[in-house]
């Protein structure tokens, strides 16, 4: 337990005496989740100032299975603040992974319990209290924020890296200091090397003979090095075996050195543990497959005099030449220098054509080999890299409770067809991917004195580009223009969208946006066939993000409103998504609701309100999480109410631990028309689109595509289901047709290629969308592609599933109860313009049910109590 002192306390507050029932230690005994439990150490105890106001926390009132009532010292007082949470309440999904009725992790709305004040003339005063309004959970989902209470601990600035001490942002990510000059740098002593002519001599003394200036002479050595002492040699490898028992130390000391390792006359650049690829079995295995990390063999980069020698933590000095010449065994052992340069160019199968991919080449040891224009040590975090590079993390262990375990990584590279890299002699592996209809290649490949040239043909196997079918990513940071259509390219991603936004004083990409220019389109001097947009993400912490694709003119700003984590500091609510999304449609754009559903909020009022075009399936660089049944089940509420909404895939790629269309969209166009990125965007207005982690597949019910509205007379009928799967990435397991949020069918089918057709009577209003299920051998089951649906209306069947519209609803009152509650103001004309939007929405759905005879149980209304 901790006590909390976020600053300064106001007089305007005093803290009230208050006798619990048990103490923090132990609420262990009275029932607690396990999560809770492991997070008990770090509650806030003691005397505590959070938000300006003083609390005293000694032993805790838990409420379980019966009233708990406690005397206060007498008080007369306006407000009565209170510092409450609760325990984790499970979604509870059905076996299939989905959750019905669907109010989230956070229990939206949950009646959680009720404070009745009590008064000394004997009158009572009950106040509910609902989960994500007055109360949340000790730990809840990204997005899903309470809208009428805050954290304990109120945001404060942070100093950007060039403000704190040591090191820069910037510069850190050289990851090198030259200490011979800078700010820091208070006094320099320069060494030279003299080489006697005559070594046999003796030297009996030096003068020092003044000719201009003064000069301060600190210090003579003298040795017998065999050539320039001060020269190294240039960056060799060599592996180092821990003992038995020993763990590697990655964080440098003081001195900027490796504490198990070091070197004399030399400088350690890196030390990694090493990867183990399965590569006796190398072209067999899959694309991007996550190699194992040792637990005690270390890769050591460095460069060093080749008199030099390593100086290990148990004492052991190791000459440098004793490693290099394998001659006898130590606990180094010297990896075969990559001193042969070799083009390496990768062309079409039977037609020559240089085509950009995704490149990794690794050695015997495991070492990665980059092109001499790469990083050889990739960069994966949150805005700190911006070269063209992919690491593939283990992202089932990189959220993990022990972070002192290491992440297994498996680095690569973008090349546009061709490109230098300097090779060892021997065995190299090879792996070459690009998108989904390519099969990915992994060679070994023998490397003599001879090779100066490497070529790989790559060979499509899956013609659903030929069909009219093209690729998007709906969600990227950060890249400039041309490195995402680098990337976008050698992913297969036809569309790249590039976002520019805010977080908090950060604003990035702005420059890129010039409101009109398609980047590799035909106009801007491209083939066409790989295209680069800007738009925008603009963003509100609680009420949700929204992505503004490919609108004309002036950038729609602010981008940001409402204060931390998205806004600056001190800025209020002056607009709604609704509005952000209708001003971009007003400017000829796409609107897409990124990493539905959260934050889970206003998107409610804007898909009610009809100006959401598409929800975005979002991978967040994880190759095997597949499509979250969690973004499902929310998406299909809306479709359960006839809100036909697209389906797209976008992988929110902020660094280079996630690859450009991870997830992506596929969106039909019809191959008579041309592909530009308008065409793109009419194709996803009308929903004829799949997300997929690899799968493809098409779909048709009585031969209309996704995204059409069928009409039927009130008898319903039969109606014939056609579809096609097929994969050269992620083998597939299950085909299943989803009806109304329900699997109505469900197909074993081979890993990669199956066609099929289902008759399937309809009695009433539905939706229809197929479902891939897939997996590589060695990971679960995941969904790895899903359609957008085809609605069947059905005369005199509304679409309309009352308990999914009450959910709705609830979460266009959880954001008015937000607005006019804790969210920052802006002036009172805006704030009753976007009351009056929210409000006309929840009308909207509200008049549905009424007129379909039910009820729910309250409407907000303009004249919300205020709070000053």
């Known amino acids: 337990m901790s006590s909390v002192q976020d600053g300064p306390s106001s007089s305007l507050f005093t803290h009230v005496t208050l006798e619990g029932n048990v103490p923090l230690s132990g609420l262990p005994d009275v029932g607690i989740s396990n999560e809770m439990t492991l997070a008990l150490e770090h509650a806030p105890s003691g005397t505590c100032i959070g938000w300006g106001i003083t609390f005293a926390i000694g032993d805790v009132i838990a409420i379980i299975d019966q009233a708990v009532a406690v005397e206060l010292s007498p008080t007369t007082t306006r407000w009565l603040v209170f510092m409450h949470t609760s325990d984790l309440r499970p979604a ?53 924020n309470c809208f009428e209470a805050v954290a304990h601990h109120k945001p404060y600035p942070l100093r950007t890296p060039n403000e704190q001490l040591s090191p820069d942002w910037g510069r850190a990510q050289t990851r090198v200091i030259q200490p011979d000059s800078g700010p820091d740098v208070k006094w320099v002593n320069w060494l030279w090397a003299w080489e006697n002519p005559y070594p046999d001599k003796i030297i009996l003394g030096v003068r020092f003979e003044p000719v201009s200036g003064l000069v301060i002479v600190s210090a003579i050595s003298a040795g017998d090095a065999s050539s320039l002492p001060l020269r190294w040699e240039t960056r060799r490898k060599a592996c180092l075996s821990l003992p038995q028992g020993e763990t590697f130390l990655p964080d440098l000391n003081e001195n900027g050195l490796l504490q198990q390792i070091q070197l004399d006359m030399g400088q350690v650049i890196s030390g990694t543990l090493r990867p183990i690829y399965p590569d006796d079995t190398w072209s067999e295995t899959y694309n991007n497959q996550i190699p194992e990390t040792s637990k005690n063999e270390v890769l050591i980069e460095y460069t060093a005099h080749p008199d030099a020698c390593f100086h290990l933590a148990d004492g052991q000095v190791i000459p440098l030449s004793q490693v290099e010449s394998e001659k006898k065994a130590v606990p180094l052992q010297f990896v075969a220098p990559a001193t042969q340069r070799v083009k390496l160019r990768v062309v079409e199968r039977g037609g020559g054509k240089r085509v950009p991919v995704k490149l990794h080449v690794h050695g015997e040891r495991g070492e990665y080999l980059a092109p001499v224009d790469r990083h050889r040590i990739l960069n994966p975090a949150w805005f700190e890299d911006y070269s063209v590079d992919f690491m593939h993390l283990d992202h089932t262990r990189l959220w993990a409770d022990d972070s002192s375990e290491p992440v297994d990584a498996h680095p690569c590279t973008y090349i546009p067809g061709e490109t230098t890299i300097n090779l060892p002699l021997g065995r190299v592996f090879i792996e070459i991917s690009k998108g989904f209809e390519i099969r990915s290649v992994r060679e070994v490949l023998e490397v003599t004195s001879d090779t100066r040239e490497i070529v790989i043909e790559i060979e499509k196997l899956l013609p659903w580009r030929e069909k009219g079918w093209v690729t998007a990513d709906t969600h990227v940071h950060f890249l400039s223009p041309m490195s995402a259509l680098l990337e976008g390219s050698a992913e297969g991603v036809n569309v790249v969208n590039l976002l520019a936004s805010q977080w908090g004083e950060l604003v990035t990409n702005v420059g890129d946006f010039d409101g009109h220019t398609t980047w590799g389109s035909k106009e801007a001097g491209g083939d066409g066939e790989y295209l680069v947009r800007v738009g925008t993400e603009n963003r509100q912490h609680v009420l949700g993000h929204i992505s503004l694709l490919g609108y004309r003119g002036e950038i729609i700003a602010p981008m940001t409103t409402g204060g931390p984590s998205e806004s600056a500091l001190g800025d209020p609510i002056e607009v709604l998504l609704t509005e952000w999304a209708r001003r971009c449609k007003e400017q000829g754009g796409l609107v897409v609701l990124p990493h539905f559903p959260n934050p889970r909020a206003e998107q409610a009022a804007s898909i009610v ?236 759905l509200h008049n549905r049910m009424h007129q379909l005879g039910y009820y729910h149980g309250h409407t907000p209304v303009l004249n919300h109590s205020e709070h000053n």
């Open 609 to 844: 309100s009809g100006e959401v075009d598409a929800l975005e399936m979002t991978s967040w660089g994880n190759l095997y999480g597949g499509i979250d049944p969690y973004s499902l089940s929310d998406w299909y509420r809306y479709l359960n109410c006839g809100y036909l909404v697209a389906a797209v895939g976008g992988t929110d790629k902020m660094s280079a631990s996630t690859a450009v269309g991870t997830v992506r969209t596929y969106a039909h166009i019809d191959p008579s028309d041309p592909f530009t990125y308008q065409t793109w965007m009419e194709a996803v207005r009308r929903a004829e689109t799949f997300v997929t982690y690899g799968p493809l597949l098409e779909f048709a019910i009585d031969g209309h595509p996704m995204g059409s509205r069928i009409e039927m007379s009130g008898n319903g009928g039969t109606v014939d289901v056609a579809w096609q799967v097929a994969s050269v990435t992620i083998p597939m397991s299950r085909v299943e047709l989803i009806v109304n949020g329900e699997i109505r069918e469900s197909l074993a089918v081979p890993p990669g290629e199956k066609s099929g057709h289902w008759s399937v009577k309809v009695e009433e209003s539905s939706w229809l969308a197929l479902l891939v299920r897939g997996h590589y051998a060695d990971k679960p089951e995941i969904i790895a592609a899903h359609s957008s649906p085809v609605m069947i209306n059905i005369e005199g069947s509304p679409m309309l599933a009352a308990a999914d519209a009450v959910t709705i609803l609830e979460q266009i009152e959880g954001v008015l109860a937000y607005m006019d509650t804790i969210g920052t103001r802006a002036d009172d004309v805006a704030h009753k313009r976007m009351q009056l939007i929210l409000t006309s929405a929840h009308r909207t």
């Open 92 to 144: 509870n999904p059905d076996p299939s992974g989905f959750i019905a009725p669907m109010r989230g992790e956070g229990q939206l709305a949950e009646h959680a319990a009720d404070y009745v004040i009590l008064y000394a003339d004997g009158t009572e005063e009950c106040v509910q209290i609902r989960r994500r309004h007055q109360i949340g959970a000790f730990q809840r989902r990204w997005g899903e």
